[in-house]
């Protein structure tokens, strides 16, 4: 198990900076970009959008890159959100899903799945994998509205994920484009 705070931060990190596509790396170069999280409404330039509550045991970790992230010590586990915008509309679902992966050694895919984000269709992909030395077990979900993509994940150490799905699947539920 991964007792160090931080390293569920740095894998986060790995998740949403590693894609495999130029422009989406560029689009991801906002990074350092100004935003503001008040009520559970989360704000970055032409981006606004509303997400549900976490129990308790969530805690949000301030990121300088990315949108928003909470750790659970107790299942040391993630949830993560990030989103961004391009003029490119041709980006693919699975070639999206992937790419957020890169930093995830021995891959597996485990399913892919049509699922619901802001009543629209989005692609669930489920993967196992190792993180220094941990296995882990990982759902990707990535949502695309208009110009913008956002990706959700949400990351365990394999033995704790089914103990924090239901509260991730809830949290995607929950969210909502304003």
Not at 20 to 29: G, M, Q, T
Not at 51 to 64: A, P, T
Not at 132 to 152: A, G, P, T
């Amino acid at each position: 198990m991964i007792h160090n705070r931080f390293k569920p931060t740095i894998f986060l990190l790995l998740l949403t900076v590693s894609c495999s596509s130029v422009e989406f790396i560029k689009a991801y170069s906002s990074l350092d970009t100004k935003k503001n999280f008040k009520d559970n409404i989360f704000i970055k330039r032409d981006i606004t959008y509303i997400v549900g509550d976490l129990n308790g045991d969530w805690e949000r970790i301030d990121l300088k890159y990315g949108d928003l992230a909470y750790y659970n010590k107790n299942w040391n586990s993630t949830i993560n959100i990030n989103s961004t915008c391009s003029s490119s509309k041709d980006y693919n679902y699975i070639l999206l899903s992937d790419s957020l992966l890169s930093g995830l050694q021995n891959k597996k895919l485990i399913e892919r799945s049509i699922t619901s984000v802001n009543y629209e269709d989005a692609l669930e992909s489920k993967y196992y994998g190792d993180y220094e030395n941990n296995r882990v077990k990982i759902s990707v979900v990535v949502y695309k509205h208009d110009l913008c993509i956002y990706d959700f994940s949400y990351i365990s150490n394999e033995m704790y994920f089914e103990k924090g799905y239901s509260e991730f699947k809830k949290f995607i539920s929950d969210f909502r484009l304003i």
